[in-house]
RNA sequence: GGAGAGGUGACAGAGUGGCCGAAUGUGCCUGACUCGAAAUCAGGUGUACCCUCACGGGUACCGGGGGUUCGAAUCCCUCCCUCUCCGCCA
């Protein structure tokens, strides 16, 4: 949610910012909605003022007496009356947070203009891409990954999408895991294990409610969603509180499996593990105090970053553009690894500043200098996900004959060198 | 899942139809006393929204939603949550 003076006070700074992103919003009908909801207010205040004041003189007559009587037959028209225009001001408020809750999050100045990928920035790269050999394959290729990772059985299981993970890779994907949550909780985040289900008000101060719905699994019976990303139950850690100015920012990491529905997903992009419907995800969350949250963004990128340095895969990051970042965004940093056998970047991380969009969704709050409580700023990133770091590390590290060697972290980790022998 | 007890301000805890945004205590802030502190005394101390240039005024909030009533923290319905006991269960 932005901010309601902004939006009033300079609507054409907003219609300008919002203009820049791909999010359809009609902000002078959003106006007007706000006007006639202030004026039904006034109106219902006025009358219910009235009411009440009329209220108090009774409760000094007597219960029985002749005036208590006439006074109670007046006033029920009153309350009649009260009664419509507080049900018009109710009908005009839920109409009007519902449009509120359609206006994206304003872009950042820094953020360059652009309708689409194409427009995004390269802010930096590590690693020479080239440094593979011509024998690079997509990982699908690899002579034992069918035996490691069962994508027919786990379609079987679940659907497509849910790919079944044994032997080696599994206690890889663990090892990757463990290899983050350490080197993050080193970097001064908490480890928090959040709930895999969400309730709706969850989902809506994060922003996925209501503009990504059908990008979430939803458990009917219960009102649930399967979180997409540990982001949505984390930040809400501390919806509806106020947060000790002085010990901002506070700063959480945490393990889940994500699940994505990812409707209308189709060709090379879901190959392998390149696109799946559940997959495991270690999630930086920060609350930080407005004034540091640029900062803070580049310190949570570099927290990224510097994870797929000692896996020693090469990556670049972009810098998105307005018309490519999410609805609550305002800033957004993609970093994407480099997979030598499909010979294309994959995205691996998102490191993005929302500013004070979720913090007001979720009323998460502090109390700045001057006493007044404030929305906090809220950043988060992937830390990273596991299934294309997969990918990467099986595309870039294999050798000839399909084993694939482990970087030094990983092979300390897991006491082995290499993964992929064949059995046979 | 069953039975019972509860959900009131930062915390504890009164309040069972009107004088209750809410006693009292604690905490916190300011002032007095003091060389200073403690103790004591006095005053203050919630949030959101609406009106107003402002001073200020108003409305709402006693777990959520709905209802009864001229009037609801208080009565009714419903949902959620917490605690105790029982059942089931990794």
Redesign the pocket.
């Known amino acids: 949610m932005i901010d ?1 003076k902004l939006l009033r006070e300079e609507p054409d700074r907003v219609r300008s910012a919002v203009g820049r992103k791909k999010f359809g919003c009609d902000i002078d009908a959003i106006l007007e909605l ?1 006007a006639r ?3 039904a ?2 109106e ?3 009358l ?2 009235g ?6 003189e ?2 000094a007559l007597r ?1 029985g007496s002749p005036e ?1 009587v006439k ?2 037959g007046e ?2 028209a ?2 009649a009356r ?2 419509e225009l507080q049900a018009r001001q ?1 009908e005009l408020e839920e109409s009007w947070r519902r449009a509120l809750l359609t206006i994206p999050n304003l872009p950042d100045a820094s953020v360059p203009d652009g309708d689409t990928e194409e427009d995004n920035l390269v802010h930096a790269s590590w690693g020479d891409p080239n440094r593979v050999s011509g024998e690079a394959r997509p990982h699908w290729d690899l002579p034992w990954f069918r035996e490691l990772v069962n994508l027919d059985r786990g379609t079987r299981i679940a659907g497509a999408g849910f790919p079944v993970f044994a032997g080696e890779m599994a206690r890889l994907i663990r090892s990757l895991v463990d290899f983050f949550l350490a080197e993050n909780t080193a970097a001064g985040y908490t480890e928090l294990q959040p709930p895999l289900l969400v309730n709706a008000d969850s989902a809506t101060a994060t922003g996925q409610l209501p503009d990504k719905e059908g990008q979430m699994y939803h458990v009917a019976g219960d009102g649930l969603y399967l979180i997409p990303t540990a982001e949505v139950p984390v930040t809400n850690f501390y919806r509806d509180e106020i947060l000790e100015a002085d010990a901002l920012p506070y700063k959480v990491c945490a393990y889940s499996p994500c699940f994505r529905r990812e409707a209308g997903s189709h060709g090379k992009d879901v190959r392998g593990l390149n696109r799946v419907h559940q997959f495991d995800k270690v999630e930086l969350v920060k609350w930080v105090h407005p004034e540091h949250s640029d900062a803070e963004l580049e310190s949570l990128r570099e927290d990224a970053e510097r994870l797929l340095r000692k896996l020693e895969l090469p990556y670049r990051t972009l810098l998105m553009c307005a018309g490519d970042i999410g609805f609550p965004h305002a800033k957004q940093y993609d970093i994407e690894v480099w997979a030598a056998g499909q010979q294309r970047w994959l995205e691996v991380s998102s490191c993005s500043n929302f500013t004070d969009f979720q913090a007001r969704r979720a009323n998460t ?1 502090f109390r700045d200098a001057t ?1 007044t ?1 404030r929305p906090v700023h809220t950043l988060n990133g992937s830390a990273l996900a596991v299934p294309r770091v997969l990918a990467a590390l099986l595309e870039n590290n294999a050798r000839a004959d399909g084993t694939v060697a482990l970087p030094p972290v990983l092979r300390d980790r897991m006491g082995i060198e290499t993964i992929g022998k064949l059995r046979s």
Request: charged share 35%; no cysteine; net charge positive.
């Open positions: 309601l706000d909801r202030r004026s207010i006034a219902a205040e006025r219910r003022a009411q009440k004041s009329a209220n108090q009774m409760a219960k208590f006074k109670v006033m029920k009153l309350a009260v009664k109710g709050r006493g409580l």
